[in-house]
């Protein structure tokens, strides 16, 4: 028996756009960003310490700042931040309390409900404390 390699050009021609639509369906969307969204999202971000940094604002631009991505790199991550990040936090917290006093309740909320502080709401909360 002779099995020529015709028919499996065929099959493998044929099911190569099939095989494009499929990654196109399945990957996941991520929008390019630039620096420049980054550092408008972060402005956004002092601006708004300056009033008042409500932890729906926080929950917000967090959510916002999981989403940016640079050369296809996230510039955030949504788990956990890691411990030392919790000692730095205490240092940040006191840097926000007299702009935005709302920032300390977040925080003892998340930590209240064990759900932590995210790498995202991290930044979040640094950028607040950068401000002048």
């Known amino acids: 028996m002779k099995l020529s390699m015709r028919p499996f ?18 990957a996941p969307d991520q929008k390019q960003n630039s620096w420049t969204e980054f550092e408008a999202l972060k402005q ?11 932890s729906d604002i926080i929950l917000t631009y967090a959510e916002d700042l999981s989403e940016i991505t640079v050369d296809g790199l996230h510039v955030c991550h949504q788990g956990e931040v890691a411990p030392a990040d919790y000692v730095d936090l ?8 007299s702009k935005a ?17 995210t ?5 979040i909360l640094w950028f607040a404390a950068s401000a002048p």
């Open 44 to 54: 956004l971000v002092v601006e708004s310490s300056k009033e008042n940094l409500s």
């Open 119 to 123: 790498d995202c709401q991290y930044r």
């Open 90 to 97: 205490s240092d940040l917290l006191e840097r926000i309390q």
């Open 9 to 26: 050009i065929y099959a493998f021609i044929a099911s190569a756009p099939i095989a494009v639509a499929a990654y196109a369906f399945f």
């Open 101 to 117: 006093p709302t920032a300390s309740t977040f925080v003892f909320e998340q930590l209240a409900s064990g759900e932590g502080i």
